[in-house]
C-alpha cells in the first residue's frame, strides 16, 4: 500500500517536472506572438524573435530544470568580415584660427559624405580620397564665435547609413593683439578692395584645385633662417588708426635679398606679382593646405613646378604693400586662412595616427 502511494507520488512528481519544462517554450512562442502584433509580416516576426533575447528569457530556466533535454543553444550567425566605416575627428577642442582633422576609413567613390555643422560652410570643406577611405581638413575662422558646436559627418551607401557620427567641437577664443602701422596715403590706398579684388582673381584660382596626395612631408618649416616674427597670426591691425581687418599669416623681418625656402614639398600654383601682395607664390601642399610667399623681390619658380622642403624659391624684398624688406607668409585651408604655426608644430597627418 504505502508502496503504492509512493509510486503514484513519484508519478505525480514526474508529471509536475514535464509540465514545468514546457513552461519556458510557451513563454517563448507568447512572447512571438506579442510581437508579431506589432510588426507587419508573420516571416518578420518570426525572424525578430529568433535573433534577439533569446538566452536572456530560455537560459535561467534551462540551468534549473536539469531533468529537461537540453534546449538547442541558438548559434548567431556571423556577418562576412567587411571592413567598418569608421569617422576620425581629431582634435575635438580647437582656438580660433585652427583646424581640424576628419578621417573616413573604408570609404568609396559612389558613397555620399555630408556635413552638417556651424563651425565652416560646406564649400570650405574638401573632401579628398586618401588611403582607403577620405580625409577633409576643416578650418576654423579667426573670428569664429567661441562656443560648442556640433559637428555631424553622415557617410551614405547604395541608399543606407554607412557611418554616421556626431561630434560636439569646442572652439576657444583666442587673444589675438592690436597692431598698428602708420604708412603713407598713397600705400594705404594700395590696399582698397579694388585691388585685393583684382589679386583674389589670380589667388583663388592658385587655390582651387588641391593634389589628392598629400605632397609635404612631416612639419612644416619656417621659410627664412634666422628671422624674428614682427606681426604674429591673426592680429588685429590698424593701418593709420583704422581697423583693416585681421593679419593672415606671420611676417617674417629679414634684410632683403634673404633666401626663402619652400616650407614643405608641393606643386607651385601661382608665382606672379600681384598689386597688394606683390611678387608672389603660392604653393599647394595637397589635400587642400597651402603655404604663400608674398613681397618677394626675386622669384626663382614658376607654375607648375614640383618643390621640396628646403628648396629656395625666391628672395626677400618689399614689393606690393610693404613698408620694408620682410617676409609676409600665410597658410591657408583651401582659402581660409589658418595660423602657420599649427603646422610647424605638427604633421597634419599626425592627428590621426594613433596616440599612444
Ligand atoms: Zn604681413
Given at each position: 500500500?504505502?508502496?503504492?502511494?509512493?509510486?503514484?507520488?513519484?508519478?505525480?512528481?514526474?508529471?509536475?517536472?514535464?509540465?514545468?519544462?514546457?513552461?519556458?517554450?510557451?513563454?517563448?512562442?507568447?512572447?512571438?506572438?506579442?510581437?508579431?502584433?506589432?510588426?507587419?509580416?508573420?516571416?518578420?516576426?518570426?525572424?525578430?524573435?529568433?535573433?534577439?533575447?533569446?538566452?536572456?528569457?530560455?537560459?535561467?530556466?534551462?540551468?534549473?530544470?536539469?531533468?529537461?533535454?537540453?534546449?538547442?543553444?541558438?548559434?548567431?550567425?556571423?556577418?562576412?568580415?567587411?571592413?567598418?566605416?569608421?569617422?576620425?575627428?581629431?582634435?575635438?577642442?580647437?582656438?580660433?584660427?585652427?583646424?581640424?582633422?576628419?578621417?573616413?576609413?573604408?570609404?568609396?567613390?559612389?558613397?555620399?559624405?555630408?556635413?552638417?555643422?556651424?563651425?565652416?560652410?560646406?564649400?570650405?570643406?574638401?573632401?579628398?580620397?586618401?588611403?582607403?577611405?577620405?580625409?577633409?581638413?576643416?578650418?576654423?575662422?579667426w573670428?569664429?564665435?567661441?562656443?560648442?558646436?556640433?559637428?555631424?559627418?553622415?557617410?551614405?551607401?547604395?541608399?543606407?547609413?554607412?557611418?554616421?557620427?556626431?561630434?560636439?567641437?569646442?572652439?576657444?577664443?583666442?587673444?589675438f593683439e592690436k597692431h598698428y602701422?602708420?604708412?603713407?596715403?598713397?600705400?594705404?590706398?594700395?590696399?582698397?578692395?579694388?585691388?585685393?579684388?583684382?589679386?583674389?582673381?589670380?589667388?583663388?584660382?592658385?587655390?582651387?584645385?588641391?593634389?589628392?596626395?598629400?605632397?609635404?612631408?612631416?612639419?612644416?618649416?619656417?621659410?627664412?633662417?634666422?628671422?624674428?616674427?614682427?606681426c604674429d597670426y591673426g592680429l588685429i591691425r590698424y593701418?593709420?588708426?583704422?581697423?583693416?581687418g585681421r593679419h593672415s599669416g606671420l611676417d617674417?623681418?629679414?634684410?632683403?635679398?634673404?633666401?626663402?625656402?619652400?616650407?614643405?614639398?608641393?606643386?607651385?600654383?601661382?608665382?606672379?606679382?600681384?598689386?597688394?601682395?606683390?611678387?608672389?607664390?603660392?604653393?599647394?601642399?595637397?589635400?587642400?593646405?597651402?603655404?604663400?610667399?608674398?613681397?618677394?623681390?626675386?622669384?626663382?619658380?614658376?607654375?607648375?613646378?614640383?618643390?621640396?622642403?628646403?628648396?629656395?624659391?625666391?628672395?626677400?624684398?618689399?614689393?606690393?604693400?610693404?613698408?620694408?624688406?620682410?617676409?609676409?607668409?600665410?597658410?591657408?585651408?583651401?582659402?581660409?586662412?589658418?595660423?602657420?604655426?599649427?603646422?610647424?608644430?605638427?604633421?597634419?597627418?599626425?592627428?590621426?595616427?594613433?596616440?599612444?
Amino acid at each position: 500500500m504505502t508502496k503504492r502511494i509512493i509510486s503514484v507520488f513519484i508519478t505525480f512528481c514526474m508529471l509536475l517536472t514535464f509540465a514545468s519544462c514546457k513552461n519556458p517554450t510557451e513563454e517563448e512562442s507568447d512572447v512571438s506572438t506579442t510581437r508579431s502584433s506589432g510588426t507587419a509580416g508573420a516571416t518578420e516576426a518570426s525572424n525578430t524573435s529568433q535573433t534577439s533575447e533569446p538566452s536572456a528569457s530560455v537560459s535561467p530556466t534551462d540551468t534549473s530544470e536539469t531533468t529537461c533535454e537540453p534546449v538547442p543553444t541558438v548559434t548567431e550567425t556571423v556577418p562576412e568580415t567587411v571592413a567598418a566605416t569608421v569617422i576620425t575627428v581629431a582634435p575635438t577642442e580647437v582656438f580660433q584660427g585652427e583646424y581640424l582633422t576628419v578621417f573616413i576609413s573604408n570609404s568609396g567613390e559612389s558613397d555620399k559624405i555630408e556635413y552638417d555643422t556651424k563651425l565652416a560652410a560646406n564649400w570650405m570643406i574638401k573632401t579628398i580620397p586618401h588611403e582607403g577611405g577620405f580625409l577633409a581638413l576643416i578650418p576654423i575662422e579667426w573670428d569664429k564665435a567661441p562656443a560648442d558646436y556640433n559637428l555631424g559627418i553622415k557617410v551614405t551607401r547604395d541608399g543606407e547609413t554607412a557611418a554616421e557620427t556626431s561630434e560636439m567641437v569646442k572652439v576657444s577664443k583666442k587673444d589675438f593683439e592690436k597692431h598698428y602701422i602708420v604708412v603713407s596715403e598713397e600705400l594705404a590706398a594700395t590696399r582698397s578692395d579694388e585691388n585685393f579684388a583684382k589679386d583674389g582673381v589670380y589667388t583663388s584660382r592658385a587655390r582651387s584645385a588641391t593634389s589628392s596626395e598629400p605632397l609635404w612631408e612631416g612639419s612644416f618649416i619656417l621659410p627664412v633662417e634666422g628671422a624674428r616674427i614682427t606681426c604674429d597670426y591673426g592680429l588685429i591691425r590698424y593701418v593709420n588708426n583704422v581697423v583693416v581687418g585681421r593679419h593672415s599669416g606671420l611676417d617674417v623681418s629679414i634684410a632683403a635679398g634673404a633666401p626663402v625656402m619652400a616650407s614643405n614639398g608641393g606643386r607651385v600654383t601661382l608665382a606672379m606679382e600681384l598689386i597688394v601682395t606683390g611678387n608672389t607664390i603660392i604653393i599647394d601642399h595637397g589635400m587642400n593646405i597651402f603655404t604663400a610667399y608674398c613681397h618677394l623681390s626675386k622669384m626663382f619658380v614658376e607654375q607648375g613646378d614640383i618643390v621640396a622642403k628646403y628648396d629656395v624659391i625666391g628672395e626677400v624684398g618689399s614689393t606690393g604693400f610693404s613698408t620694408g624688406p620682410h617676409l609676409h607668409w600665410t597658410f591657408t585651408i583651401g582659402e581660409t586662412f589658418v595660423n602657420p604655426w599649427l603646422f610647424m608644430d605638427k604633421d597634419p597627418l599626425d592627428w590621426l595616427a594613433p596616440t599612444e
